[in-house]
């Protein structure tokens, strides 16, 4: 399994930003989708996850302003990520896993992209 993230960058606060994360290599419909991020010196945290039917879920930081989306037929899941702050700067994740009573991340990681947000 491979997942290419893309679409970070350097954004004021107040701005948007979509990320997206291209999976090959496997059945990408079936399997649940989640993005984390990691900000200097703290840990991974997850930020949404995405069931495969479609069922979201977010961490408290972001309700209201992040946005968790697949296509099935591109084999992408997405994240749109409006009213950022600067501390959403980080590096974003994709992780191909399972969900149950909450997300569990699978072994399968994108690369990573860079989230930049100015004050």
């Known amino acids: 399994v491979q997942l290419q993230a893309s679409g970070g960058g350097l954004v004021q606060a107040g701005g948007s930003l979509r990320l997206s994360c291209a999976a090959s290599?496997?059945?990408?419909?079936?399997?649940?989708m989640g993005w984390y991020r990691q900000a200097p010196g703290k840990e991974r945290e997850l930020v949404a996850a995405i069931t495969s039917g479609g069922s979201t879920n977010y961490a408290d930081s972001v309700k209201g302003r992040f946005t968790i989306s697949r296509n099935n037929a591109k084999a992408t899941v997405y994240l749109q990520m409006n009213s950022l702050k600067p501390e959403d700067t980080a590096v974003y994740y994709c992780n191909m896993g399972w969900y149950s009573d909450s997300y569990y991340p699978g072994g399968s990681w994108g690369q990573g992209t860079l989230v930049t947000v100015s004050s």
């Open positions: 290599g496997t059945i990408f419909s079936i399997n649940d």
